[in-house]
């Protein structure tokens, strides 16, 4: 098991990760990784301490999780398919049975430059927007299955005429983190 702490490098003997946000649902856990280089002092604070605001945007069989950070980090996004999830950590989220239920996300920032964690945090979504994000994950787990690379393909289709900002105006279910 894998143990994830401020000030240590997230992956043993990984002095560098790529800039990438991923947001991802498997074995049952939902985890935000945002992997960004040269972070400022206020953006590590705001991803530890500031409202965070969650949203999902789905189209073409792609689900967005869109997230910001206070005022300093604004709406940004994380294209999510479950086709991309290895097949042996794929568990189709069972729908909600008690009417109180919320996810509970774990975010994560690295320091891309030196894979150092910067920031942890945990935090829940409303019970709302759980049943929406489940949905949407069985949704895509009970459809037809498609390639990474049509994921990839999808995606850029959308950002072609959409920014993250564009996706939150549009989301069909916001929360604000522990709500």
């Given amino acids: 098991m894998q143990i994830v702490a401020i000030g240590k490098p997230l992956f043993e003997n990984r002095t560098e990760l790529p800039e990438a946000i991923e947001y991802n649902y498997q074995s049952g856990d939902h985890t935000l990784l945002l992997s ?28 967005f999780l869109l997230y910001r950070f206070g ?22 989220p069972a729908p909600q049975a008690n009417p109180a239920e919320r996810i509970l996300l774990k975010i994560i920032l690295v320091e891309a430059a030196t894979g150092i964690v910067k920031a942890i945090r945990v935090t829940t979504f409303s019970p709302a927007f759980t049943e929406k994000l489940h949905d949407a994950i069985r949704e895509q787990a ?13 995606s850029l289709s959308i950002y072609e005429t959409n920014t993250p900002a564009d996706l939150a105006a549009e989301a069909v279910v916001k929360t604000k983190g522990g709500e």
Avoid: Q
């Fill in 36 to 63: 960004m280089k040269n972070l400022h002092p206020k953006e590590i604070e705001a991803v530890r301490e500031a409202e965070a605001e969650f949203g999902i945007y789905c189209e073409n069989g792609i689900v």
């Fill in 71 to 92: 005022e300093v980090l604004p709406w940004s996004d994380s294209a999510f398919s479950w086709w991309n999830v290895a097949e042996e950590d794929r568990r189709i």
């Fill in 142 to 154: 009970t459809g037809e299955p498609f390639p990474r690379s049509e994921f990839v393909k999808r």
